[in-house]
């Protein structure tokens, strides 16, 4: 399976010719989201509640604060990111770009390979804030490096996916959201049923026949 962990040509030109209309503004912030960190268990669900997905969406727009004049960008595999195209991105105000991404931390390596090329490109510095939505830890040492070039920085994350580095960030916040409730399995008791005993070194007689059974290897 070939893995997309890296901005592709058209990506890095997709990303430089929108970020250019922000280039003059210093009251805009740039957001970084790992949706597959955050909402990603949407496709891990058997029972895919899309109004729930929307409804997850739209509240964590709003408790991070997004505007209309903000830049988001956005990676997950590409069904999820689909998915979520087509229930509120589509929809919502601000400007979104959206990289598909494959492979182990295939979305967080995309997302710091995009604010490294803003940073490289002099585009990361004309925003007032950057907002990072992810609970993976690799973004944790990342984010104290920008904080240590002088980079406004804040972050977001759900607490069931982040990692507990996080709670020594100072400006970090989590996110309530609603998650499937999992119903608990039942325990199966069969009063007929007995486990092996190895402290009597008996077995249950549904297993006799293991008795009788000697592995004898073969002789050459």
């Not at 003059?24 to 957001?31: G, P, V």
């Not at 992810?134 to 984010?143: M, P, W």
């Amino acid at each position: 399976m070939i893995q997309n962990k890296k901005l592709t040509k058209y990506e890095k030109e997709r990303l430089m010719n929108l970020s250019h209309y922000f280039k003059e503004s210093l009251n805009n912030t740039l957001f970084v989201h790992d949706l597959e960190n955050t909402l990603g268990y949407y496709f891990q669900s058997k029972e895919q509640s899309k109004q729930k997905f929307k409804n997850n969406l739209q509240t964590l727009d709003k408790h991070i604060g997004v505007e209309k004049n903000d830049l988001a960008i956005i990676s997950a595999n590409s069904n999820l990111l689909e998915d979520a195209n087509k229930l509120h991105y589509k929809f919502s105000p601000p400007p979104e770009i959206l990289f598909p991404a494959s492979g182990r931390d295939g979305a967080d390596l995309k997302l710091i390979e995009s604010i490294n090329f803003l940073e490289v490109n002099n585009i990361l510095s004309k925003f007032k804030d950057l907002v990072i939505i992810s609970g993976d830890k690799i973004f944790y040492r990342y984010i104290l490096s920008l904080q240590k070039k002088g980079f406004n920085i804040r972050s977001f994350s759900l607490k069931q996916t982040s990692s507990n580095v996080y709670d020594n960030l100072e400006d970090h916040n989590y996110v309530n959201l609603k998650f499937r409730n999992r119903k608990k399995r039942k325990k199966s008791f069969n009063k007929n049923y007995e486990r092996y005993n190895y402290s009597n070194k008996k077995y249950n007689p549904q297993f006799e026949k293991l008795k009788e059974f000697v592995f004898e290897p073969k002789v050459a």
